[in-house]
């Protein structure tokens, strides 16, 4: 069996972090992964994280099976997180939330829902998008086409044709969007854009899915949920696929949660009875230690103050390194107008370089960036790399 098969081709994203391990160069630096790292190069455990570890381990008394849909208690907070704990959503009892292995196993969880029930459903992509969504939904068997998202001549969103695509999407179909942070051009839509697109979720009635994975990264953790909140207010149903990986640094504990917003309690509780299924058939039911830790810090008070600041902290870092990496090109002589990179949001930057130049970077230089756009992951960078990294930009932008 195995001899016939051709070597697969490594991921476009975590095939990167294999090379630059491999890689003997001491200046390389890794700008591929969207992993957040602070100005000394490390990705730390959060301090809530840690007390909240501390607690869990008094007073953890087994290691039993979770339920299918995980704990209840981290679905509620994770709903509390998404809405506010008093919104119409969460109190008409229309919505759904169960745990999965990150915000990945969310959305093949959602793929699976979809592929099964509605096999008739389209799945609509932004162009670009992460390089992992084909793949995912793909795998799921669900059918998947793209709308326009950005215009990489101007460095902005191409706002008109992306309304122009969504009003031709047939009612039924499912819309991939972006909660905040887009990845990976880091050009969201303004809140006024957001109301424009829950106009024509409203007329098409197409489902929107919100990848909601970088919730605090961008402007804060309320100001990222406007878009979520403007689609919620018009009393659509929708999925939400949330991950803990970014914003609690919960990355190897495979922690995020699907979310399925209904029309009422009874459309819930069945939508419910099928997710169950597609999560028993796939993992069974899922790791508890990811859920615990933030179960525990959002039920507690002081520990989500901590948490809120350590969120900030890193938000800080990264809308700080961008502003620097913008004066630092420039200070080296580069002539492309690159002031696009302070008004994108959150790890990434869609940066406009070829996939030419991308390949002598990391040839070159040992500098790794994802191919689709040049995308850089903005938080890999350090006051201790950006000058090697802009010189080695300029040389190869002047090549
Ligand atoms: C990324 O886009 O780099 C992250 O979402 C990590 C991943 O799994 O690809």
């Known amino acids: ?181 887009h990845n990976p051009t880091g050009m969201d839509p303004t809140p006024e854009q957001w109301e424009e697109i829950a106009d024509v979720v409203q007329s098409r009635k197409f489902i929107p899915l919100v990848d909601f994975a970088y919730q605090g990264l961008g402007d804060g953790l309320d100001a990222d949920g406007k878009g979520l909140h403007t689609l919620a207010a018009t009393g659509c149903e929708m999925f939400v696929a949330n991950s803990f990986s970014k914003n609690f640094g919960l990355y190897c504990e495979r922690i995020g949660a699907l979310t399925l917003v209904t029309s009422d309690k009874d459309a819930a509780a069945v939508a419910k009875s099928h997710v169950l299924i597609m999560i028993r058939t796939n993992y069974s039911n899922p790791p508890a230690h990811g859920s615990s830790i933030v179960a525990t810090v959002l039920n507690d008070l002081e520990l989500r103050a901590g948490w809120d600041a350590e969120v900030k902290e890193m938000r800080d870092r990264i809308n700080g390194v961008r502003r620097k990496l913008v004066d630092a090109l420039k200070t080296k002589g580069v002539k492309r107008d690159f002031s696009f990179i302070a008004r994108q949001r959150g790890m990434f930057s869609f940066s406009g370089l070829t996939p030419e130049q991308v390949d002598k970077l990391r040839e070159e230089y040992s500098i790794y960036v994802v191919k689709t756009g040049g995308r850089i992951n903005v938080a890999g960078i350090r006051d201790e790399n950006i000058d090697y990294l802009c010189d080695s930009i300029a040389t190869v932008l002047n090549a």
């Open 1 to 181: 069996m195995f001899e016939t098969l051709e070597q697969a081709p490594p991921d476009p994203i975590l095939g990167l972090t294999t090379a630059f391990n491999a890689d003997p160069n001491p200046n390389k630096i890794n700008l591929g992964v969207g992993v957040y790292k602070d100005d000394d190069g490390n990705t730390p455990v959060f301090k809530s994280v840690k007390t909240a570890e501390e607690r869990i381990l008094q007073v953890e008394d087994t290691k039993n099976y979770l339920t299918i849909d995980g704990d209840p208690g981290y679905g509620a907070a994770v709903q509390q997180l998404l809405f506010g704990a008093d919104h119409e959503i969460l109190l008409s009892e229309r919505t759904v939330t169960v745990q999965t292995p990150g915000g990945t196993g969310a959305l093949r969880v959602a793929g699976d829902f979809i592929s099964k029930l509605f096999p008739d459903a389209t799945l609509w992509l932004s162009d670009p998008t992460w390089a992992n969504h084909p793949k995912v939904f793909d795998a799921a068997g669900v059918p998947i086409k793209t709308y326009p998202y950005y215009d990489s001549e101007a460095n902005v969103l191409d706002f008109g044709a992306l309304i122009e695509a969504l009003n031709q999407v047939p009612e039924g179909d499912v819309v991939l969007l972006h909660g905040c942070c």
